[in-house]
């Protein structure tokens, strides 16, 4: 994709996802028809699938020969990241916009065979975007992000993880996990994927863990953390593959050695 064609599709989207949140915004108050999807606690709105249909209709129209991998069944099906390929979470946080009507977000990363380009992640009710562009820095609304604070340890982090993973299950083993959160500095669980990858691109946190994260959860927070130096891996610190559920840790990378042999690698089942 050349300077220009890259530009403009940047302002697209961000105007776009603008578009989409005021919409979101406009009518948060109008009653909602809530379902439930793989299980009784993953939920859906019909403002899911709303946004969704927004962004695949200006795809289709403007860029027909991009691709869409999409949560909510507007996407395309395919086997491979070569071309373009948009990756939407329409509403991340589905839970906190049922229940909250705050700390949700609209996740869309944009892919070239495989090379996260473009990241947009909108706090759709605080207005805030974050955003970047590859090679041009990461952004909060119009403010640059620094990069991260090379000197941190684990003991001066604060770290995002759902609580879920300190109870017995079958991914890790939650007394090692248990160790961690006793030895870091605090904790956070804020219900969207992708504003905890934010937090931490802004460096308000040092880290997200999670156990199992589908592509739309990720796609767009990893191009901005690494613009801020910061680093995405699965819990194992190989890279992940963005077609596919995997576990995840992303995190300031002066700990992420640390976060990985000290504890993942041995809580790992
Ligand atoms: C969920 C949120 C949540 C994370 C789940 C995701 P959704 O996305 O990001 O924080 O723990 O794993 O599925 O369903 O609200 O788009
Ligand atoms: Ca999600
Ligand atoms: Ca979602």
């Known amino acids: 994709m050349d300077v220009i064609t890259r530009e403009t599709l940047f302002n697209r989207v961000r105007a776009w996802i603008l578009e989409a949140g005021a919409i979101i915004r406009n009518q948060i108050n109008d009653p909602l028809e809530i379902n439930t999807k ?12 709303k946004v969704e ?22 996407g395309d099906t395919f086997e491979n990241v070569s071309g373009t390929v948009w990756i939407i979470d329409p509403i991340d946080g589905t839970m906190n916009f049922v229940h909250q009507k705050q700390n949700f977000a609209i996740s869309i990363g944009i892919y070239e065979h495989g090379i996260g380009e473009i990241g947009f992640i909108y706090d759709v009710m605080n207005n805030n975007l974050y955003s970047a562009l590859r090679g041009n820095g990461a952004f909060k609304n119009t403010k640059r992000l620094a990069p991260l604070n090379k000197n941190k340890t684990i003991h001066e982090s604060i770290i995002c993880l759902n609580h879920y993973w300190l109870t017995k299950n079958r991914i890790v083993d939650e007394t090692v996990m248990q160790q961690l959160i006793k030895d870091v500095r605090g904790t956070r669980t804020y219900g969207s994927a992708a504003l905890e990858f934010a937090y931490v691109a802004e460096g308000v946190v040092d880290a997200y863990i999670s156990m199992g994260l589908e592509p739309w959860d ?10 801020v130096d910061g680093v995405t891996t699965n819990i194992s610190g190989d890279k992940v593959n963005m077609l596919e559920r995997t576990s995840i840790l992303t995190c300031n990378p002066s700990i992420q050695k640390d976060l990985i042999h000290t504890y993942l690698l041995k809580a790992k089942k």
């Open 53 to 74: 249909f927004f962004f695949a209709s200006k795809i289709k129209q403007y860029y027909p020969e991009h691709l869409l991998l999409s949560e909510e069944g507007y």
């Open 218 to 227: 990720i796609a767009a927070g990893r191009i901005i953390i690494e613009e």
């Open 38 to 49: 793989s299980n009784p606690k993953d939920l859906v709105t019909e403002m899911d699938r």
